[in-house]
């Protein structure tokens, strides 16, 4: 597989004119006969968007990172077996949504494992704090307040919960679009966003 740049990652919502769609078939083509020139460009394309998906999940530029790669390998590995019968880009967001549920499930199984040891995790699940310049140390603590709630809301809710609410919230994506990624109804992907945004706001009355 050909290297996969690291990109400073940044959420950016899934938008795709006509002439990218016709630039991405092209690409895609040719990649699928092992042209790795070709492949290498639908990574500079996607690779943010995928990082941003990820980050938004686990809340770690390093697992982040990890993912990222992890799909690339995914993607490259699978890719005679895309038929084309969906975008691009939506197939791709399958892979990626894929590598951050299991690596959710595995955190999740790791820190029921420590709990039950009786060992209480470093780390909250999925948080990773960066420091803040604002020199207040009030609003400070508020802002941390409200960033742990938050956090902690968002790690409450089951892993297909937050990734529906992460597409939608966070990439932008339609609920037909987020339908077809995480291959499942319309009226499901609804559901759960509709719950976990309740979820996250009853956690957020705590601090009013």
């Known amino acids: 597989m050909p290297a996969v740049n690291r990109a400073a990652g940044r959420t950016v919502k899934i938008m795709d004119n006509g002439a990218d769609r016709e630039r991405v078939r092209r690409l895609v083509k040719s990649a699928r006969g092992g042209d790795e020139e070709s492949f290498g460009e639908l ?7 995928v990082y941003g998906l990820a980050y938004g999940l686990v809340h770690s530029a390093d697992d982040a990172q990890e993912i990222a790669q992890q799909t690339w390998v995914k993607v490259w ?75 902690q809301a968002l790690g409450s809710l089951s892993a297909e919960h937050r990734l529906a609410l992460t597409l939608r919230e966070v ?30 706001q009853e956690k957020l009355k705590e601090l009013q």
């Open 43 to 49: 990574v500079k394309m996607y690779h943010e968007r």
């Open 77 to 151: 590995n699978k890719l005679r077996d895309f038929k084309g019968d969906a975008e691009f880009f939506t197939w791709v967001y399958r892979v990626a949504s894929n590598a951050s549920l299991d690596h959710l499930r595995h955190k999740t199984r790791l820190r029921e494992d420590s709990l039950v040891d009786g060992v209480e995790p470093q780390e909250a699940f999925g948080r990773e704090r960066a420091p803040s310049e604002n020199p207040r140390p009030d609003r400070e603590a508020e802002r941390a307040e409200i960033r742990r709630v938050f956090e």
């Open 171 to 200: 990439d932008g994506l339609s609920y037909d679009e987020i339908a077809k990624v995480m291959k499942c109804r319309k009226g499901t992907v609804m559901s759960r966003i509709f719950y976990a945004r309740r979820a996250v």
